[in-house]
């Protein structure tokens, strides 16, 4: 066969293989369906076990290697029983499939622009994008009914926790719906042609700087100018049309506003990924076959192991803790209130009587929402 023959090959399996992944999509839609009115639970990592074996045989028959199989199907099973929660959940809620207004940090190509592409493109037929300055702005826009959503960054793995998030959740009336996890690859980019050496200011938000603090450090000379996001610091890169101006950010983001990558891979760790939730006006409920999580503060006191007292609660009643985070409580000094993440449905009986529980030996409880999990763990083979 010729190049063009071969290439051409080539495209036309690749047509082919799009055309199975969507199929296949629309199969495990149709599952989600069956398995919520047979009250089944949306994952079966038995059957997914059973799937893997059986793939990774016929792959070596065909050639293929085990690892490669199962790199695949774990993108597979993740987009499929994402999809399933989202369609169960918006079946259980009524949710509008049609169009939805999501508040966000920046504007189009921030990272937080992309986030909310990712979580709601399995919801809404279309995005109405209201980008913000701040966060205030963002939850504000909610709150006041301008934004049916908004979308938030509360934690990064490189950066730690995002402080003025947890702040603002102790004070508004909206509820978490929520939670995204997504990979953040930092890249320095800048005007075509840009020399690095030449460079002496750097543009992007101050969360992205200090992830990326250690890169930073190793330059000499150059002055970091914090942006209110990342899609702010591509745009004054791009306006003011300096090559010693450079900002950090997403390749893809920066593709938008003509900036071109100058260096990658620029985070503290190489695992650099950020957990973003999703707050509305109204709560929602979780399907019993989702996995859910619940975010709830309590303010336990100053009294000697008031916060043990507390968490002892929790273990009583087989509540798994994913997160414990503490924030100073403003006017109160050296007090702190405690935001505490579970494994656990609002609905549940175990749920409940633990929060009763906490109720009567703490100062303060506030549940903060109960929403689905997005921590699809990867089936492994058992051989």
Not at 19 to 40: C, D, F
Not at 239 to 257: F, V
Not at 348 to 367: C, G, H, P, Q, W
Request: a negative charge; charged letters at 20%.
């Amino acid at each position: 066969m010729e190049l063009n023959d071969i290439r051409q090959a080539i495209s036309d399996t690749d047509q082919q293989l799009i055309g199975l992944l969507a199929k296949r999509r629309s199969l495990a839609l149709a599952v989600a369906t069956a398995k919520l009115s047979q009250n089944k639970p949306i994952r079966d990592t038995k059957r997914e076990q059973e799937l893997l074996l059986s793939l990774i045989e016929k792959g070596k028959l065909q050639g293929l290697d085990a690892q490669y199989v199962t790199r695949i199907f774990h993108v597979i099973i993740e987009d499929s029983v994402l999809q399933q929660q989202a369609q169960v959940q918006g079946q259980l809620n009524g949710d509008n499939t049609d169009a939805v207004r999501v508040a966000f940090l920046g504007g189009q190509g921030s990272y937080s622009y992309w986030a909310t592409q990712k979580y709601f493109a399995r919801r809404a037929e279309h995005i109405i994008e209201l980008g913000c300055d701040s966060f205030n702005e963002i939850v504000n826009a909610v709150e006041t009914g301008h934004a049916d959503y908004a979308l938030l960054p509360i934690e990064n793995t490189s950066s730690g926790s995002i402080n003025e998030v947890y702040d603002i959740l102790q004070h508004t009336r909206l509820s978490i719906v929520g939670e995204l996890t997504h990979p953040i690859e930092h890249c320095l980019l800048g005007l075509p042609g840009t020399d690095l050496s030449k460079i002496r200011q750097v543009c992007s938000h101050p969360q992205v700087i200090a992830q990326c603090s250690q890169f930073l450090l190793g330059l000499t000379n150059v002055k970091i100018d914090y942006c209110d996001s990342s899609s702010a610091a591509f745009a004054k890169v791009k306006a003011l049309q300096d090559p010693t101006i450079i900002a950090i950010g997403g390749e893809e983001g920066g593709k938008l506003y003509g900036l071109e990558v100058l260096t990658r891979q620029l985070a503290n760790q190489k695992h650099n990924v950020s957990r973003f939730i999703v707050v509305a006006r109204k709560a929602v409920n979780v399907a019993k076959a989702i996995p859910a999580k619940t975010t709830f503060i309590m303010y336990t006191g100053q009294q000697p192991g008031a916060l043990v007292e507390a968490l002892l609660v929790l273990r009583q009643h087989g509540i798994s803790m994913s997160k414990l985070e503490s924030r100073p409580i403003p006017g109160n000094p050296w007090e702190e209130m405690f935001y505490v993440d579970v494994a656990a449905n609002l609905s549940d009986y175990a749920m409940t009587r633990a929060l009763e529980e906490l109720n009567s030996i703490t100062k303060f409880v506030k549940v903060l929402g109960c929403y689905p999990s997005d921590d699809i763990t990867p089936t492994q083979p058992q051989n």
